[in-house]
């Protein structure tokens, strides 16, 4: 039996093993660099009790690494990688995550285009092993459909056989690229809806663009954004006024049940 945490309307199993399996909380969130109310995204992202945070839009100009530490440090987490190295994608984790391997890589420059990059990682809890990337797409179409398939290149090339993937795709779901990556992976939302759907905007959501994937063999026990008064036991809960001063997306929460070895 999977222990619950109370969040918003319903529940989200919280982190720990299940037999063999682990269940782990994943979060994607682009926090805009931090130029809005950083206090508010690490009280979001607290109460979510993440095992997983999926940062897009971390700090990654001069002294990137204090803002993206403090964030880390007030959320309980410590930075995994990215930033300034990843062009913006970031990976934070609890120390429940054993950490195997981080690579931080930038994507080939378009003219006239914003430089993108992935932060990746494969990390363990007990001896299961996850791979785990961080992407924020192109806002240019054909860039974008390109960096779709470089997702799931990436995702293979980690070497192991489950992972996750999130981050902003810039791209509805019926979209060509967000299409091309859920024919290859689970779409929490769409597999195990949980929460609320839409990412953007905070103040009047009205288009998913934002995710969280999973690789196939990897129970999705539930996927989406977390309602104002979600809490893990012993932390303060998050308002609706901390979603809408924090950043301009909205954050996606994801429980995932991951095989143990064998399985």
Same mark, same amino acid.
């Given at each position: 039996?999977v222990d619950m945490?109370?969040?918003g309307?319903g529940?989200?199993?919280a982190?720990g $093993?299940?037999?063999?399996?682990v ?8 926090v805009?660099s931090l130029?809005d109310d950083p206090v508010?995204?690490? $009280?979001v992202? $607290?109460?979510?009790a993440?095992?997983?945070v999926?940062v ?8 990137w690494?204090?803002?993206l ?10 930075v995994l990688?990215g930033g300034?190295p990843a062009a913006?994608?970031a990976?934070?984790?609890s120390l +429940?995550a054993?950490?195997e391997?981080?690579h ?8 006239g285009?914003?430089?993108r990059?992935f932060s ?9 092993r ?7 797409l192109s ?7 390109a960096?779709?398939g470089?997702v ?5 090339a ?5 992972a ?5 795709i ?7 690229t967000?299409? +091309?990556?859920?024919a290859?992976?689970?779409?929490g939302w769409?597999v195990r ?12 959501p009205h288009?998913?663009i ?7 063999g990897?129970?999705?026990?539930g996927?989406g954004?977390?309602a104002?008064g979600t809490a893990a ?7 609706e006024d901390?979603?809408?001063r924090a950043t301009d997306?909205?954050?996606?929460l994801?429980?995932? $049940? ?6």
């Open positions: 039996m945490v109370r969040v309307p529940e989200l199993p982190s $093993r299940v037999g063999g399996d269940v782990v909380r994943v979060l994607s969130y682009n805009r130029r508010a995204v690490a $009280r992202v $607290r109460a979510c993440p095992d997983l999926l897009q839009e971390a700090p990654r100009f001069f002294r690494r204090k803002p530490g403090r964030l880390a440090a007030a959320s309980g987490l410590v990688g300034a913006g994608p990976l934070l984790c +429940r054993g950490v391997s981080v931080d890589e930038l994507l080939p420059l378009t003219p285009l914003h430089r990059g990746t990682a494969v990390v363990r809890f007990g001896t299961v996850l791979g785990v990337l961080s992407c924020h806002l240019q179409k054909d860039e974008r459909y960096q779709g470089m799931l290149e990436r995702l293979a980690l070497g192991v056989e489950h996750v993937a999130g981050g902003d810039n791209e509805r779901p019926k979209g060509r967000f299409r +091309r990556l859920a290859e992976l689970q779409d769409a809806p949980w929460g609320g759907e839409y990412t953007s905007t905070p103040a009047d288009q998913r934002d995710a969280v994937f999973a690789t196939p990897i129970e999705v026990l996927c954004v977390p104002p036991p012993g932390v303060p809960p998050f308002t901390d979603l809408v997306h909205l954050p996606v994801a429980a995932l $049940r991951v095989p143990g070895t064998g399985r």
